[in-house]
């Protein structure tokens, strides 16, 4: 179990950091709060093992605030992982099309890949938790995987790869081999083989 300092620690440090930067993700600081805390003990425990009463005594709000702002831990979830979904977004958008944006978003998940207190993907590990298609947690996983799979579509169109969707797919396996390989073998060679892959693949 993770103490409030560590939590509090986690929520300070970058790899925890799932908001865009420089934009606010709510005007309620009670809101922000809860899901900052709801971040780092989902992420470092698991979903299932965090129980709405643990965050709210993390966060330091009460009941009510809490269901005011998350009609359900469901909802709590999903915006957890729309701020992870973001935070993604925010990198593609801060660079030059084609290649730029394709080593940008690539470099950004090789660096978290040696972060401390790196547990994997987000979006993995919510998968496992929530294998039903049909959870909201579940199609939150799927919203980001689809538009990620997308922007490495476009991107390898822009560049002219031969064959952008099967690009595509070979670089979505790559992220997530790296992600499974950077949290249980390699951090560094796993940073290193995501970025020589998609070396390879923009010179097929």
């Known amino acids: 179990m993770v103490d409030s300092a560590t939590v509090r620690a986690q929520m300070q440090d970058r790899s925890f950091c799932l908001y865009p930067r420089g934009v606010s993700a709510t005007p309620s600081a009670a809101r ?27 966060a330091g709000v009460t009941r009510a605030t ?11 979830v999903v915006a957890y992982l ?5 935070a993604v977004r925010e990198v593609a958008a801060s660079a030059p099309e084609g290649g730029p944006r394709l080593r940008a978003v690539v470099g950004e998940m090789g660096e978290r ?6 547990r994997g993907c987000s979006f ?7 294998p039903d298609p049909q959870s909201p947690v579940h199609r939150a ?17 822009l560049v002219g790869h031969r064959d952008p969707e099967a ?25 290193t083989t995501l970025r020589r892959g998609l070396d390879e693949i923009l010179a097929a």
């Not at 890949?113 to 790196?118: I, K, W």
């Open 32 to 58: 922000e709060r809860l899901l900052r805390t709801a971040s780092a003990l989902f992420y470092a425990e698991g979903i299932r093992a965090v129980g709405v009463d643990r965050v709210i005594s993390e």
């Open 141 to 157: 996983v799927a919203a980001h995987r689809a538009w990620l799979t997308g922007l490495f579509v476009r991107e390898l169109e």
């Open 113 to 118: 890949l040696c972060t401390d207190g790196f």
């Open 82 to 86: 729309q701020a992870v979904d973001a």
């Open 167 to 191: 690009g595509a797919a070979h670089l979505m396996m790559l992220r997530d081999g790296a992600m499974v390989a950077g949290y249980l073998a390699d951090a560094p060679r796993a940073r």
């Open 66 to 76: 809490f269901y005011r702002h998350f009609p359900s831990k469901d909802d709590l």
């Open 124 to 130: 993995l590990n919510a998968a496992a938790e929530f």
